[in-house]
Nanobody, 115 residues
Framework: QVQLVESGGGLVQSGGSLRLSCATS????????MYWVRQAPGKGLEWVSR????????YYADSVKGRFTISRDNFNNMVYLQMNSLKPEDTALYFC????????RGQGTQVTVSS
């Protein structure tokens, strides 16, 4: 079955960096756009970034543009999110997903940014 497993979250100070990873299995990874979405405490899911099947096209939410970078490895069925210049408002549970609404997503990895 489809599996998405995120890792790499943690506690970091404002201005710091983290790299999230997502290991996938159970589907033909290279045929799907992949997404990162997040859920802040008490809020709904928010789309963060998406990447095309081959990795050439990348899009970001305005709130993270210029600070986050999405990438993928189609050989190893992995997707990544490099997060730099982190802000307290980036604190959330981060999910990799197979669609922008997070309908098919992993269990998430917690990112906490302290001020």
């Amino acid at each position: 079955q489809v599996q998405l497993v995120e890792s790499g979250g943690g506690l970091v100070q404002s201005g710091g960096s983290l790299r999230l990873s997502c290991a996938t299995s159970g589907f033909t990874f290279s045929r799907f756009w992949m997404y990162w979405v997040r859920q802040a405490p008490g809020k709904g899911l928010e789309w963060v970034s998406r990447i095309s099947t081959g990795g050439a096209m990348k899009y970001y939410a305005d709130s993270v543009k210029g600070r986050f970078t999405i990438s993928r490895d189609n050989f190893n069925n992995m997707v990544y999110l490099q997060m730099n210049s982190l802000k307290p408002e980036d604190t959330a549970l981060y999910f990799c997903a197979r669609d922008e609404f997070g309908t098919i997503r992993g269990q998430g990895t917690q990112v906490t940014v302290s001020s």
